[in-house]
C-alpha cells in the first residue's frame, strides 16, 4: 500500500534575503484538504516561505515539490496548481474589478466560457456584484483584500496560498473569511494561511507551524482546544527570542 | 499564450492612464504645427524649386524631415512610457506576482514589448498619416517615404526595447526613464567627436544610432543599418528577461 503523497513538500528549503538568512533548512508537508497555519512574528520568515511556495522566489538550497514534481525546474506548475494573495493584495490601480479578474484569468489561461464563468463564480462568492466597474485605486483595504482572494481563487487552485489575508478586514469580513477558508478545505484544496493572530489559526486551521529567525520550531496538528496551549508556545518561543 | 494575455493587459493599461493620452496628444499636435510650418515654407519655395533640376520635393521638404522630428520625440517620448513597465510592477510587488502565476521571464517581457510597439507603432502611423494626407495634391516619393517610416519604426522598436531593458534593472521609473534617455542620447552622439575631428569611419560611427537612421531617412535602405537596429532589439529584449528571471534568485 502506498500514502498518498501530500501536494506540497518543502525539503530543507532556504533562503537568504537583504544578506541575512531568512528561511533556513524548512522542512514541511501538506495534504490536499488540510488547513495550515504559519505563525511567527514579523521577520520570522512567513512570507518568504510563502513567496517561495508560490513560486515568486527560488529557494538558494533544498526543493519545493508540488503535487511530487520540483517547482524551481517546473515553475508552470504554480500557474495550474497555486493562487496566491501575497500581504499587500498587488493590484493595478486604474483597471476595474472586472478588468481584475479577466487578465488574472487570462493570465492563468482561462479563455471564453471558462473565464467568464470563473469570473461570475468569484463576484458571487465574494459579494463583488456592486464593484465590478470600480477601479481598484478607489478600493477601500477590505475590498482591496477580496479582489486579491478573488483572483487567488478565479482558477480553482489546488493549493490556496493566504499571506496575512484578515489584514485590514473588519469582523463581518473575518468571519466570512473564514468560512471561504473551511469551504475550500472541504472542497480538497490546502491552505497556507500566514499570519499572527492566534485566533486565526485555532479558528480555521488543522495544523500549525511556528517559524523563528527562519527555522521551524513547532509543528502540529491542532484542535480547537489548543488556542492556550498553542499561545503559551507561541510567546515562549517570542520571547525567547526577544531575550536572545 | 500568455505572452498575449500580458500583451492585452498591458494594452488596456496603456489605454486607460493618461499618461499616455497627454503624451500621444501634445506630440501629435507639435508634430501637426510643425507640419504646417514646413508645408507653408514648401508651398512659399515651391516655384522656385521647380526650376532647379533635381530639386528636393515634398517628400525631401516636408513628409522626411517631420519624421526626423518625430525621432527627435520619440527620444524622450519612450522612455517615459517604458519607465514602469517592469520597474513600476516592480515597486508594487505585481513582478512578483506574475512570476508566482509560473509566466516565463521571456513572456512577461515579450508582452509589455509588444504593447509598447503597438502605440508606438500607432502613433507613428499618425504621423506619417499628416503628409500622406496631401498625397492627392502633390507629388510623393513613395519609395523615400516607405524608407523613412521604416527607419522610424526600427528606431522605435529599439527605443522601446532599450525603455523596457532600463526599466527592467532600474529600481524606480524614473531611474528607468533617465537611463533610457541618457543611453539613446549617447548612442545618438556616440560618434560626435570622431566625426567633428573629420573621421566618418570605423567602429564608433558604426555604434552611433545616428549613422543608421540618416541613411534611412535619405530614402537607403542597407541591410546593416536594418541588423544594427534588430541587433540592439534582441539584445535590449535579452538583457531584460535575463534581469527579469533574476528576479527569482535575487528576490
Same mark, same amino acid.
Given at each position: 500500500? $502506498?500514502?498518498?503523497?501530500?501536494?506540497?513538500?518543502? =525539503?530543507?528549503?532556504?533562503?537568504?534575503?537583504?544578506? +541575512?538568512? #531568512?528561511?533556513?533548512? &524548512?522542512?514541511?508537508?501538506? /495534504?490536499?484538504?488540510?488547513?495550515?497555519? &504559519?505563525?511567527?512574528?514579523?521577520?520570522?520568515?512567513?512570507? $518568504?516561505?510563502?513567496?517561495?511556495?508560490?513560486?515568486?522566489?527560488?529557494?538558494?538550497?533544498?526543493?519545493?515539490?508540488?503535487?511530487?514534481? !520540483?517547482?524551481?525546474?517546473?515553475?508552470?506548475?504554480? +500557474?495550474?496548481l497555486v493562487g496566491w494573495l501575497p500581504e499587500r493584495a498587488p493590484l493595478w490601480q486604474e483597471l476595474t474589478v472586472g478588468e481584475h479578474l479577466d487578465a488574472h484569468g487570462r493570465l492563468r489561461g482561462l479563455k471564453g466560457a471558462a473565464l467568464k464563468q470563473a469570473r461570475a463564480r468569484m463576484v458571487e462568492r465574494l459579494e463583488l456584484a456592486p464593484l465590478e466597474r470600480r477601479l481598484a485605486g478607489v478600493l477601500s483595504q477590505g475590498q482591496r483584500q477580496r479582489l486579491g482572494l478573488a483572483c487567488a481563487l478565479l482558477h480553482q487552485p489546488a493549493l490556496l496560498v493566504l499571506d496575512e489575508p484578515g489584514n485590514?478586514?473588519?469582523?463581518?469580513?473575518?468571519?466570512?473569511?473564514?468560512?471561504?477558508?473551511?469551504?475550500?478545505?472541504?472542497?480538497?484544496?490546502?491552505?497556507?494561511?500566514? $499570519?499572527?493572530?492566534? #485566533? =486565526?489559526?485555532?479558528?480555521?486551521? !488543522? +495544523?500549525?507551524?511556528? &517559524?523563528? !529567525?527562519? #527555522?521551524?520550531r513547532h509543528e502540529g496538528m491542532l484542535t480547537s482546544a489548543d488556542h492556550a496551549a498553542l499561545e503559551q508556545h507561541f510567546f515562549a518561543i517570542a520571547t525567547a527570542r526577544a531575550a536572545a | 499564450?500568455?505572452?498575449?494575455?500580458?500583451?492585452?493587459?498591458?494594452?488596456?493599461?496603456?489605454?486607460?492612464?493618461?499618461?499616455?493620452?497627454?503624451?500621444?496628444?501634445?506630440?501629435?499636435?507639435?508634430?501637426?504645427?510643425?507640419?504646417?510650418?514646413?508645408?507653408?515654407?514648401?508651398?512659399?519655395?515651391?516655384?522656385?524649386?521647380?526650376?532647379?533640376?533635381?530639386?528636393?520635393?515634398? $517628400?525631401?521638404?516636408?513628409?522626411?524631415?517631420?519624421?526626423?522630428?518625430?525621432? =527627435?520625440?520619440?527620444?524622450?517620448?519612450?522612455?517615459?512610457?517604458?519607465?514602469?513597465?517592469?520597474?513600476?510592477?516592480?515597486? /508594487?510587488?505585481?513582478?512578483?506576482?506574475?512570476?508566482?502565476?509560473?509566466?516565463?521571464?521571456?513572456?512577461?517581457?515579450?508582452?509589455?514589448?509588444? @504593447?509598447?510597439?503597438?502605440?508606438?507603432?500607432?502613433?507613428?502611423?499618425?504621423?506619417?498619416?499628416?503628409?500622406?494626407?496631401? #498625397?492627392?495634391?502633390?507629388?510623393?516619393?513613395?519609395?523615400?517615404?516607405?524608407?523613412?517610416?521604416?527607419?522610424? @519604426?526600427?528606431?522605435?522598436?529599439?527605443?522601446?526595447?532599450?525603455?523596457l531593458a532600463c526599466s527592467a534593472f532600474a529600481s524606480h521609473p524614473a531611474i528607468a526613464a533617465a537611463a533610457a534617455l541618457v543611453i539613446t542620447l549617447g548612442l545618438w552622439a556616440v560618434n560626435l567627436g570622431a566625426r567633428m575631428a573629420g573621421v566618418d569611419d570605423g567602429a564608433l560611427n558604426w555604434l552611433a544610432m545616428s549613422s543608421h537612421l540618416q541613411p534611412l531617412l535619405r530614402g537607403l535602405v542597407a541591410s546593416p543599418d536594418v541588423v544594427w537596429f534588430v541587433l540592439l532589439t534582441v539584445v535590449s529584449l535579452a538583457l531584460a528577461t535575463r534581469r527579469v528571471a533574476a528576479e527569482r534568485e535575487r528576490g
Amino acid at each position: 500500500m $502506498t500514502l498518498p503523497q501530500p501536494l506540497l513538500k518543502l =525539503e530543507q528549503a532556504s533562503r537568504r534575503r537583504a544578506g +541575512r538568512t #531568512a528561511v533556513q533548512d &524548512l522542512t514541511l508537508a501538506l /495534504e490536499r484538504g488540510q488547513v495550515l497555519g &504559519l505563525l511567527g512574528v514579523n521577520g520570522a520568515g512567513k512570507s $518568504t516561505t510563502l513567496s517561495m511556495v508560490a513560486g515568486a522566489l527560488a529557494p538558494d538550497s533544498g526543493r519545493i515539490l508540488l503535487d511530487g514534481e !520540483d517547482l524551481a525546474e517546473h515553475p508552470a506548475l504554480a +500557474r495550474r496548481l497555486v493562487g496566491w494573495l501575497p500581504e499587500r493584495a498587488p493590484l493595478w490601480q486604474e483597471l476595474t474589478v472586472g478588468e481584475h479578474l479577466d487578465a488574472h484569468g487570462r493570465l492563468r489561461g482561462l479563455k471564453g466560457a471558462a473565464l467568464k464563468q470563473a469570473r461570475a463564480r468569484m463576484v458571487e462568492r465574494l459579494e463583488l456584484a456592486p464593484l465590478e466597474r470600480r477601479l481598484a485605486g478607489v478600493l477601500s483595504q477590505g475590498q482591496r483584500q477580496r479582489l486579491g482572494l478573488a483572483c487567488a481563487l478565479l482558477h480553482q487552485p489546488a493549493l490556496l496560498v493566504l499571506d496575512e489575508p484578515g489584514n485590514a478586514l473588519d469582523p463581518v469580513q473575518v468571519a466570512a473569511l473564514r468560512t471561504l477558508i473551511r469551504d475550500e478545505a472541504a472542497a480538497g484544496t490546502a491552505v497556507i494561511l500566514s $499570519t499572527h493572530v492566534l #485566533a =486565526e489559526v485555532t479558528a480555521v486551521c !488543522d +495544523r500549525v507551524a511556528i &517559524l523563528h !529567525d527562519g #527555522a521551524l520550531r513547532h509543528e502540529g496538528m491542532l484542535t480547537s482546544a489548543d488556542h492556550a496551549a498553542l499561545e503559551q508556545h507561541f510567546f515562549a518561543i517570542a520571547t525567547a527570542r526577544a531575550a536572545a | 499564450m500568455s505572452a498575449l494575455a500580458v500583451t492585452r493587459l498591458e494594452l488596456r493599461r496603456l489605454f486607460v492612464r493618461p499618461l499616455a493620452w497627454v503624451l500621444g496628444a501634445l506630440t501629435l499636435a507639435w508634430l501637426a504645427w510643425n507640419f504646417t510650418l514646413m508645408l507653408g515654407s514648401f508651398l512659399a519655395a515651391q516655384i522656385r524649386l521647380a526650376a532647379l533640376p533635381d530639386g528636393p520635393g515634398y $517628400t525631401d521638404l516636408v513628409a522626411v524631415p517631420l519624421l526626423a522630428k518625430l525621432a =527627435e520625440l520619440a527620444f524622450l517620448v519612450v522612455p517615459l512610457l517604458s519607465m514602469s513597465a517592469l520597474a513600476g510592477e516592480r515597486r /508594487e510587488g505585481r513582478l512578483a506576482l506574475l512570476l508566482g502565476m509560473g509566466l516565463k521571464p521571456s513572456r512577461i517581457v515579450l508582452g509589455k514589448y509588444v @504593447a509598447l510597439l503597438v502605440w508606438l507603432l500607432a502613433w507613428l502611423a499618425l504621423v506619417v498619416a499628416m503628409p500622406v494626407a496631401l #498625397a492627392h495634391a502633390t507629388a510623393i516619393d513613395w519609395g523615400k517615404l516607405a524608407a523613412a517610416a521604416l527607419g522610424m @519604426a526600427l528606431l522605435l522598436a529599439s527605443l522601446a526595447a532599450l525603455g523596457l531593458a532600463c526599466s527592467a534593472f532600474a529600481s524606480h521609473p524614473a531611474i528607468a526613464a533617465a537611463a533610457a534617455l541618457v543611453i539613446t542620447l549617447g548612442l545618438w552622439a556616440v560618434n560626435l567627436g570622431a566625426r567633428m575631428a573629420g573621421v566618418d569611419d570605423g567602429a564608433l560611427n558604426w555604434l552611433a544610432m545616428s549613422s543608421h537612421l540618416q541613411p534611412l531617412l535619405r530614402g537607403l535602405v542597407a541591410s546593416p543599418d536594418v541588423v544594427w537596429f534588430v541587433l540592439l532589439t534582441v539584445v535590449s529584449l535579452a538583457l531584460a528577461t535575463r534581469r527579469v528571471a533574476a528576479e527569482r534568485e535575487r528576490g
